[in-house]
């Protein structure tokens, strides 16, 4: 992970770590075994949200129909969304509260480990001067111990220089903290590709806010 920034090393920096967000799930195997099959299952989407009108990866992935487990889920991805809008509206100590103290960003290469220096290195990212960064969950998990979930969705990036967009997915684990609240622990994804304008406009068309029943 790359210790000191300009503006084209940390618009770089986003791009680089959204690769093979499989190791999240084979690096946490053993506490979550459902992240193998939804890391697998949802590679295809690599290049982009799904069309509009597709059926909702969401809504089907909690098969147990435990209300416990239901209700963390929707913690979760309401979690995610927060975690967007705190990039969406430049608030970096609302980021901060939703990750972990020892979290670990970019896992799938040498990793970026705890709450301050990766805050430090999302810093352009935040405050929009490096990388417009827009997500939102498709697909959240929890697993079976009830305090790790896992959540993927499609990722939009727009270069605030030049205006022209990306898209690719995340992925990241979040764990339930000794207070009761969900961080995020484990961040990475797909290296993002071009998007023309039908794919801007699927990811836009794509968005939820509500989490869908399980």
Known sequence: MLVCWNAASLAEFRESRMTHFRCIALSIALAMPSLVAIASGHEELASGPAAPGASEPGASDTATGDPAAQASRC??????????????????????ALVHPRAAFGVSRKPTLGREAIVAEWQGIIDGS???LEWYPDVVTVGGDGDTAYSSGPALYQDPKTGAYRHGRFGSVWQRDTDGAWRVIFDDGLKPQPADAAAVQAFHNGRRGDCPAG
């Open 75 to 96: 913690q979760v991805w309401q979690r995610e969304l927060d975690f967007a809008r705190s990039v969406a509206s430049h608030d970096r100590a609302a980021f901060a």
């Open 130 to 132: 490096a990388l417009k």
